[in-house]
């Protein structure tokens, strides 16, 4: 049996301390989010067990969300439309959403990232990944560090040019995470989706098309 436990937290409120600080700005940028995000066609299906959607649970900065019945997951009441998640995440090749993610990076790398490196060369040893939704590459800048080949894939075109500046052998390409079958095909062992599944429009596809393909 392997035990593990979690890093101390306190690297990672540091990073995120810009959150605390830009509150009001990012407030305004999540109100605005929320008025395209009402918009969209009304959600019928919960988005993880895909079960009739459930009645509104409550209200929060002008979104509705439903508890489902059958599951429990909490949904948003709208869809997430193409047209909306390509304003998230790749509009004006994707500017807005990087502010997120870029500062401090080998701060990131090495608190956050580094640690998920070593549990995976502790638990699978010698691999090749594929990292979906790799954003600036900061899990593919940790496992290069740590002698593992890796190639990812965003669709957000400014996170892939910053991860590219950083990385020296793994590379990143400008892709949407809904191509799967990208990772089914590829020669890569292990599958990475590290905070993704929640950004995907059909999730449930993801883990349909991991489980049809031989990757850890």
Known sequence: MIEKYSKSSSPMLDIKKEFFDSNDKLLKEAVETNELYSEQEPRLNCKNCEDPIGQEAFNSFGVSYSLCNNCGHLNGIYEDSEKFTQY???????????????????????????PKVVFLKDVVGKCKVNDVGCGAGHFLKACEDQG???????????????????????????ALLEEFEWFIESSESVVSMIGVL??????????????RSSKS
């Open 198 to 211: 929640e950004h995907l429009r059909e999730p449930n596809k993801a883990l349909e098309a991991f489980n």
């Open 148 to 174: 593992i080949e890796g190639v990812g894939i965003d669709p957000n075109k400014s996170l892939v040019d910053i991860g590219r500046s950083q990385l020296r052998l793994n590379q990143i390409h400008v």
């Open 88 to 114: 998230l995440y790749s509009e004006k090749d994707g500017k807005n959403y990087k502010e997120n993610y870029v500062n401090n990076y080998e701060d990131r790398v090495r608190s956050i990232y580094m």
